[in-house]
C-alpha cells in the first residue's frame, strides 16, 4: 500500500508540476527580454507577430507578461552589454533574433532560457549539441542557415541568365557570414559564376566597396543578410541603382527600399512560433529539451518598378513563383 501511495503521488506530482508552474504565475507579470540586432523601426513588424503569438496563449502584455525590448541599431558590438542588463533585470526567457544576438545573450547567462527567433546553423556555431536535443539553456527557430545563399544566387541567375560575375557584398565580422559566403562560393561554382568578394565591416567602408565593384565590372550583386548592412539598406540599394546592377537580398525590407529582389525566411512567421517556445518554457519545459526546428515559410518578393528601371524582364517562371509583386 504504501510503495502504491507513493507511485500515485509521484505521478500526480509529475503530471501537476507544468499547472504548478502556471499556478505559480498566477496573478504575476512575467517579464520577458527582446534583444534585437536592429533597430525599433526595423523590429516592429517581427515584435509585433511575437506578441500575437503571446496572445494565443493567453498573454497579454501589460497584464500577465511584460516584454523588455533592447536594441542593437545595427551595431552588433552593442549586443552583450544589452544580454546583460536583461539578465540583470532577472527576466524569464530572452527571445533572439540572429546569431551575434543569440551568441551574446548565451555568454550573458547559462540559466536563463533564451529562445532564439532565426539564428543560422547553430550547430556550426557551437550554440547547440544538437538539434533535437540541443542542451544547454538555448533552442528555438533557425533561419535556414547559409544554404540560403546558394538558393539567392539561383534566383538571380534565372532572372539574368547572361551574368558571370557576382560581388557579393558581406560583413566578415558577422561570425555565420563566412559560412555563408562559401556556400555562395560553392553554388556560384556550379553555376559557372565568378564570385568578387566585397567584405565591409563598417558603413565607412561601403563608397570603397561599391568603388570595388565598379573596378572590378561585376554584373550583379548578392547582400547577404546582417543587421549593420540592414542599418545601411537605403545607401546600398541606391548605390547598386546608379551602376545599374541587379541585386538579389534575403529579406523583404530591402525590396520595400528600392531592391530588386529578396528571397529568405518569413521572419514574422518565425516570431510567431518563438513564442510557441516561450509558451512551453514558462510552463516547466527545459530549453534543452525542446527541438530546434527550421523555418516553414519563405518569401519571394519582387520590385517590378525596379526591375523596369534596369531594363530587366522577369521571367514568367519566377514571377509565378513570386509571394510579393511591388509595382
Known sequence: MERRRFLLTSLAGAVAAPFAAEAQQAGKVVRVGLLMPVSSADARTNVEAFRQGLREFGYIEGQNIAIERRYSDGRDERLPGLAADLV???????????????????????????????????????????????????????????ALSGKTLGLLKELAPGVKRVAVLWNPANPILPVAFRETQVAAEAMRIQVQSVGVSDPSELAAAFAAITGERAEAIVVLQDSMLLANRRRIVDSAASLRLPAMYERKVWVDAGGLMSYGVDFPSNFRRAATYVDKILKGARPGDLPVEDPTKFELVINLKTAKALGLTIPPSVLARADQVIE
Open 88 to 146: 540583470n533585470m532577472k527576466i524569464a526567457v530572452i527571445v533572439t533574433w540572429g546569431t551575434p544576438a543569440a551568441r551574446a545573450a548565451r555568454g550573458a547567462t547559462k540559466t536563463i532560457p533564451i529562445v532564439t527567433a532565426a539564428v543560422s546553423d547553430p550547430l556550426t556555431t557551437g550554440l547547440i549539441a544538437s538539434l533535437a536535443r540541443p542542451g544547454g539553456n538555448l533552442t528555438g527557430v533557425t533561419n535556414g542557415g547559409a
